[in-house]
T-cell receptor
Framework: SQELEQSPQSLIVQEGKNLTINCTSS?????LYWYKQKYGEGLIFLMM?????EEKSHEKITAKLDEKKQQSSLHITASQPSHAGIYLC?????????FGAGTILRVKS | GAGVSQSPSNKVTEKGKDVELRCDPI?????LYWYRQSLGQGLEFLIY????????KSGLPSDRFSAERTGGSVSTLTIQRTQQEDSAVYLC?????????????FGPGTRLTVL
């Protein structure tokens, strides 16, 4: 089984709707990254969380790390077509990031 | 400033040939990472360079894969005797160790296709 499990695997939402992507770790997280990837492009950094209970927001995207530091969620408010892409969570091991399988998001206009 | 750059952006090669992929990290970033992204395997760590320390090669899938980093800057990933299962997008990332945000910045990747 993977160290990081992401859910859902894919998601189609109507423009303007809210959505949440989850990332669950089998180990305590010491640093959890969220990246976004468009097809054929590199990874775009969204946010990094380190402390239990931490929450960060950027524009319409909010990421949270639970108190036990084993689960993170990414919430998008009022989704737009520009939010479409693959969302990846990554656990920081210092020498590397271990990634989840990703969540594919499509936003219908 | 410039981000992480990689070349070539696309590479098509025949099975059995050797390929070299290049990564130019962000200036001043001492840590450099190589990852591979393929269907069914997701994003996998390959190798990590940090300053003058010995690289962490624990993610390299076979001895056909090697990487070096010259002068603490540019890195080259070499795949010898390529196989079809080597087809993937190879991503490079760099990081400023000790920075407040500790973010890994990724390059656009090299898409390798082995025929």
């Amino acid at each position: 089984s993977q160290e990081l499990e992401q859910s859902p695997q894919s998601l189609i939402v109507q423009e303007g709707k809210n959505l949440t992507i989850n990332c669950t770790s089998s180990k305590t997280l010491y640093g959890l990254y969220w990246y976004k990837q468009k097809y054929g492009e590199g990874l775009i950094f969204l946010m990094m969380l380190q402390k239990g209970g931490e929450e960060k927001s950027h524009e319409k995207i909010t990421a949270k790390l639970d108190e036990k530091k084993q689960q993170s969620s990414l919430h998008i408010t009022a989704s737009q077509p520009s939010h479409a892409g693959i969302y990846l969570c990554g656990a920081d091991h210092g020498n590397k990031l271990v990634f989840g399988a990703g969540t594919i998001l499509r936003v219908k206009s | 400033g410039a981000g992480v750059s990689q070349s070539p952006s696309n590479k098509v090669t025949e099975k059995g040939k050797d390929v070299e992929l290049r990564c130019d990290p962000i200036s001043g970033h001492t840590a450099l990472y190589w990852y591979r992204q393929s269907l069914g395997q997701g994003l996998e760590f390959l190798i990590y360079f940090q300053g003058n320390s010995a690289p962490d090669k624990s993610g390299l899938p076979s001895d056909r894969f090697s990487a070096e980093r010259t002068g603490g800057s540019v890195s080259t990933l070499t795949i010898q005797r390529t196989q079809q299962e080597d087809s993937a997008v190879y991503l490079c990332a760099s990081r400023r160790i000790g920075s407040e945000y500790n973010e890994q910045f990724f390059g656009p990747g090299t898409r390798l296709t082995v025929l």
